[in-house]
């Protein structure tokens, strides 16, 4: 099993910049895919970017291709997000998430989940 606990999030202008991180814990941290969820009151859930357990493979939505980036640290035991040139509509609560076999965009298919952390971005 894994815990997940996030944090970095917080309320920015638009055009600014966050780096969200996401702790783990667990022994077999380094065999989880890992993603990166946001939800909006009201929303579904949305996929926003996943990395495979070996660190090589990314995967975005196009709605943040080309502005954020998932970077994992296995020594750490933690995963991140930054995120750059924040636009409004990017306001949520994001969530990371932890799979030992799925990689993708599915949130259905993750089966550890964190509790949340908000990004508020003003315009």
């Known amino acids: 099993q894994v815990q997940l606990v996030e944090s970095g999030g917080g309320l920015v202008q638009a055009g600014d910049s966050l780096r969200l991180s996401c702790a783990a814990s667990?022994?077999?941290?380094?065999?989880?895919?890992l993603g990166w969820f946001r939800q909006s009151p009201g929303k579904e859930r949305e996929f926003v970017a996943a990395?495979?357990?070996?660190?090589?493979?990314?995967y975005y939505s196009d709605s943040v291709k080309g502005r954020f980036t998932i970077s994992r640290d296995n020594a750490k035991k933690t995963v991140a997000l930054q995120m750059n040139s924040l636009k409004p509509e990017d306001t949520a609560l994001y969530y990371c998430a932890a799979d030992e076999g799925y990689f993708g965009r599915s949130a259905i298919e993750y089966d550890y989940w964190g509790q949340g952390t908000q990004v508020t971005v003003a315009s």
């Open positions: 990395i495979a357990w070996t660190g090589t493979s990314t």
């Open positions: 667990g022994r077999t941290f380094s065999k989880y895919n």
